[in-house]
């Protein structure tokens, strides 16, 4: 196995100003895994519950997942549940129920632990460390995090940030994890603990890639019909990181290429609830995409 993300599986509860699901598959690895799928296969370690879907279970291998480390612990699978308002990006938390995932310990299997390109999806920075530790000879690693571990947890994060080459951010956690205003400046920062790489996320806005050799800039795909905004990060790093590991190749222009491919696998998964329009794609529509996306931006 050359791909590997580490993350939460949950089922979801959202509401939107146009419809509502409750109980829909959900999780930072979940969509990262639909996403990646497309373009390589991909080992899952997470952890559920005994109330999870056997069907969802069977959906994810069925993408060319490989669920091997994937734990099933007595009790509830995490669950989320959140409420969006028309602009798409307000977004209110409803309820967190950690579940099984509050006491996870995680354990990446022998046969995932060699995987060279390796993605620490949103989870505790001490979670995500102890989860790298066991994997042994990764390639190239990205980390997500979130305001809540800014927060709450820096120390563990900072000196998590020293182990991995890259970090995907979005506007608010850059600003906060740095004390800058300025993304460009904040993008800096970052790259002085320990990163090689910055993706900053800016939701309908774009993203950047900085690095001391790049500076990259892309705008989002042009969606028409936004349905659920849910995942659209975590499904960005799967295609970010999915083409990457099939490409084996992380040199400036593979990393501009995949920053389009992150791009348009997420706008796919804002056109559907959950994982639906992710895991309905193929990999001829997201080429169809690319290209599209790639005459959009060049001139």
């Not at 390589?40 to 999870?52: A, C, E, P």
């Not at 960005?236 to 290429?257: E, H, I, P, Q, V």
């Amino acid at each position: 196995m050359s791909l590997l993300v580490i993350g939460t599986l949950a089922l979801d509860k959202v509401e939107t100003p146009y419809a509502a699901r409750d109980e829909a598959l959900g999780g930072s690895a979940t969509f990262f895994a639909y996403a990646a799928a497309n373009f390589h296969q991909v080992g899952l370690v997470g952890v559920i519950g005994t109330d999870f879907p056997a069907s969802e279970m069977a959906r994810l291998e069925a993408a060319g997942v490989n669920t091997g480390g994937v734990e099933s612990v007595e009790g509830k699978t995490f669950r989320w549940g959140g409420r969006y308002e028309a602009d798409w990006n307000t977004r209110h938390t409803l309820f967190t129920d950690l579940g099984v995932f509050e006491h996870w310990d995680p354990k990446v299997p022998s046969g995932l632990a060699d995987s060279r390109f390796v993605f620490l999806a949103n989870a505790a920075p001490a979670v995500q460390a102890k989860a790298l530790d066991q994997c042994t000879s990764p390639e190239f690693v990205m980390v997500d995090t979130m305001n809540l571990w800014i927060e709450i947890a820096k120390d563990d994060l900072l000196a998590l940030l020293k182990r991995v080459d890259g970090i995907v951010l979005n506007d608010e956690e850059a600003r906060m994890l740095t004390g800058e205003n300025n993304l460009i400046r904040a993008a800096k920062k970052v790259l002085e603990l320990g990163p090689k790489y910055v993706v900053l996320k800016k939701g309908e806005h774009g993203a950047f890639l900085v690095s001391e050799e790049v500076h990259f800039s892309l705008p989002a795909y042009p969606v028409e019909n936004v349905v659920d905004p849910t995942g659209a990060g975590d499904s960005f790093a799967g295609g970010f990181m999915g083409y990457l590991a099939s490409a084996r190749n992380t040199d400036a222009a593979t990393l501009k290429r995949a920053m389009l491919y992150g791009t348009v696998t997420a706008s796919f998964c804002v056109e559907g609830f959950s994982v639906e329009e992710l895991a309905a794609r193929h990999r001829g529509q997201v080429e169809a995409r690319f290209n599209e996306l790639s005459m959009i931006t060049t001139f």
